[in-house]
């Protein structure tokens, strides 16, 4: 079993930065693949990025390709999501997730942190 809680949302202007971190803990966290979709209100929760357990593998979305970071700190049990160069559609509850392997199903899920873009 593993508990995820992310932090680090907010506002922030369009063309600028935010850094989203997801807390892990539970046993065995360090071999889970991480990751991060998000959902805007009347949409579908999309995939963003995700990141293998060592941090050798990583995959993104092609609208945050270039823009946006995944990484990982297994000392720490934390996941990062670097966003650079914002957009307001980027604007969305940002959900950190955890599973077997990058491209599997997640297992687990945090309950989100909103990022809001503004123009």
């Known amino acids: 079993q593993v508990q995820l809680v992310e932090s680090g949302g907010g506002l922030v202007q369009a063309g600028g930065s935010l850094r989203l971190s997801c807390a892990a803990s539970g046993r065995a966290t360090s071999t889970y693949a991480m990751g991060w979709f998000r959902q805007a209100p009347g949409k579908e929760r999309d995939f963003v990025a995700a990141?293998?357990?060592?941090?050798?593998?990583?995959v993104y979305a092609d609208s945050v390709k270039g823009r946006f970071t995944i990484s990982r700190d297994n000392s720490k049990n934390t996941v990062y999501l670097q966003m650079n160069s914002v957009k307001p559609e980027d604007t969305a509850v940002y959900y950190c997730t955890a599973g077997l392997s990058v491209l599997g199903p997640r297992r687990y899920w945090g309950q989100g942190t909103q990022v809001t873009v503004s123009s």
């Open positions: 990141i293998s357990g060592t941090g050798g593998n990583t």
